[in-house]
């Protein structure tokens, strides 16, 4: 099946810097990913979309100039957490769609990457 | 505006007991998917199951069984002779079928915890 590829799984930064978590589609395109974040013992939601050679949409209460979203290609998004704080802190999980799967079968058609965790100290 | 609900929160069983996970959905669309996911400690979402609205057949996946019923608005998940490597968070979504179908509301998630 198609494969999403979350870098890093693991980052630890410095309040006041900014830390960049990338997302791939390994074996397909995307024009469209979704960045989703998840604190602790919470569900996931949706902070943005990001689209290919568009600006990203982004979801109400989400800060745009905190969270900076980059899909400058058909396989590659970028979420950059500007001037992180330790409210911050949470797991961050990119999707994407594989338009080329059968839309019909009940089998997947949203890829998801391995996350990653981010602890702002 | 879409909503999952997952009433359970936390669900506690002994090994090889049955265990449904309740979903309850709401939308204003005609058409759309519903998903299961299972979310282990490590963090990552493993796809379970992905039903059409269109589709209202129950479906069964080893130990794994889904009741869609439309008419109630409910997507139950049932693990049959649960495991202890069953025991992770589990999450029903709900996305729309119009544009990219991919936009996913999810619910709170029940943690389901297995006890030998």
């Known amino acids: 099946g198609a494969v999403v590829s979350q870098h890093p799984s693991w980052v630890i930064c410095k309040s006041g810097t900014s830390v960049k978590i990338e997302c791939r589609s390994l074996d397909f395109q995307a024009t469209t990913m979704f960045w989703y974040r998840q604190f602790p013992k919470q569900s996931l939601m949706l902070m943005a979309t990001?689209?290919?050679?568009?600006?990203?949409?982004?979801e109400q209460g989400v800060e745009k100039d905190k969270f900076l979203i980059n899909h400058a290609s058909l396989t590659l998004s970028t979420l950059t957490v500007t001037s992180a704080h330790p409210e911050d802190s949470s797991f961050y999980i990119c999707?994407?769609?594989?338009?080329?799967?059968?839309?019909?079968?009940?089998?997947?058609?949203?890829?998801f990457g391995e996350g990653s965790w981010l602890t702002v100290v | 505006a879409q909503k999952v609900t997952q009433a359970q929160t936390e669900i506690s069983v002994v090994e090889k007991e049955d265990v449904t996970l309740d979903c309850v959905y709401e939308t204003r669309d005609t058409t759309y998917y519903l998903f299961w996911y299972k979310q282990p400690p490590s963090g990552e979402l493993v796809f379970l199951i992905r039903r059409n609205s269109f589709d209202e057949q129950n479906e069964i996946s080893g130990r794994y069984s889904w009741n869609f019923q439309k008419s109630t608005s409910s997507f139950n998940f049932t693990i049959t002779a649960s495991q202890v490597v069953d025991s992770a968070v589990y999450f029903c979504?709900?996305?729309?079928?119009?544009?990219?179908?991919?936009?996913?509301?999810f619910g709170e998630g029940t943690q389901l915890t297995v006890n030998p």
């Open positions: 990001s689209n290919e050679g568009s600006k990203a949409t982004y």
């Open positions: 999707s994407a769609r594989d338009k080329g799967a059968r839309a019909l079968s009940s089998g997947n058609t949203i890829y």
């Open positions: 979504a709900l996305s729309e079928a119009r544009g990219s179908g991919s936009r996913l509301t």
